[in-house]
């Protein structure tokens, strides 16, 4: 009997101090902001995931989800736990010392310019905004953007990007970098885009330089990419009309493993595949280590 | 037979009715002044066929000497206006490119991403770039917050400098990148370079602690690296 109680005991404790370890705290803002279409947000998170919903109204809501770091005796206050600083027309969250941040949903101005850095393992969420997404990713993360316009610039180390464009794609340039992974991209019917990229489509006229794919490597680095899906090697699949093209550009020195080295001067100078969609338009660059490119258009 | 005969004597007496008063006229003699008016008009008609025939040689000379001296003032003209057209494309270029540079200073500083996006596109087509846009492009792959903006930037870069000082550019950027990739980049951009200064730069970054988690097994593991 005395035994049971001590077991009771010791299973209250320890339950106690796992759920103050796992404690988790939400918190909501409502900010209204001017009409200044300049002003942007920005995440700048360790980990978690990033939910961003744009909206017609002219405020900002968001609603965070954090929770105690194990071993950190920080208590959430009444001033909440996030930092939310308003500087330069840039609207920022951090979190404070000894806070992760578990999920933060934000609803935004369907126009406002939004800026995402996530250094650990986190998803990015982003629908309905149709102004420019910057997103810097440093771990396993996957990014799914829905109904935007761009302009985009995103970078990833593992994980897949989905995007679906919204009609009136921007025609300022973009970028897109990720080391391992699957880019799925899709356009509105009939909308004009040109990729630019180090990887041919599997069904391309052009002759593939002899340079290309010399760069490959299969072995899993990083224990935190548990995937199931293996990013494919370098395949382009492009399901639209297109014109393809080669241009010769400024690599990074990755697929183009021999340098010319002139004199002097050394020169990273490489072939790109250039499709040019529905006689192409806005400016896309993608750069992709291994994995599969996937362009199609939305029915 | 005989009327042949007829038709020959009835000729003849035609031929006396009209010819008889013409043979009958008295032909005058010329007078010593008009064979005088004669040979002169003779001599000067011949004269001036002589100097007709030396005018139309003339004509014809002048008319080459005239086509010849088109032909060479037209290329005379056409190679001024060429060498000046030469010289206003240089001019038109360099004001283009002045014009640019501006543009990639302008650009590097903007708060939009795809502002300075564009700046690197554009820095990549001048044939060649100044200290002070050198300068604008170290200082954005050192501290820019997009890491797209930062590899172009080493691009152009890596495009336009000597290995050396790449080495010591990139050897400077590395310590002040926390992303990954762009850490990755600038070393496998050092170790292109292949000098013994890129190879120290390298070992000293993976050595002081500074390199990701991630960078330093890729290092361990690449083919490439």
Redo the contacts between chains.
Sequence with gaps: MKSIKLYAIALFVITSLTSIGQDTYFQQFNLPISNDE?E?FKVDIQSGDVDIIGVSENIIKIQAEVFNTPGKNYICGPDGCMNVERDDLKLSIKPREGEKIKKIIVSLPFNT?V?I?I?GVGNVNISNMHG?I?I?T??LNNISLKQVTG?L???G?YGDLDIEFDKGI?K??????L?KGNINIKIPKGEGVTFATSCPDEKSTLKQHPLKRV???K?K??TSYNSNKEPEQNKMNILADYKERIET??????TN?N?R?KG??????EDVWVYDINGGGANVEI?LWQGLIQIKESN | MNKSEGNKKKWNIEDDLLFKPLDEMEIPEPSPSLKVSYLSKLGHISTSESLNSTNRHIHAYIKVAAIAAVFIFGWFIGSISHRNERVLLQDVQKQLDNNNKLLVLTLLQQPSFSDRLQATNISSSIPIIDNQVVTALVKALESDPDPNVKMRCAEVLAAHLRPDSLSTIFGNALDYQEEPIIQLILINYLKSIGNAKSKRIINNFINSGKADEFVRSEMQHSINL
């Design positions: 300049k942007s310019p800026s850095r250094s420019g910057q810097n440093m771990r302009p610039s995103l970078t180390t921007s300022q340039p973009m970028a897109i970098f080391m760069y490959s490597y072995h680095t990083d550009r400024e690599s990074f020195g990755f493993k340098p080295i002097k001067s050394i020169s990273f100078k750069m």
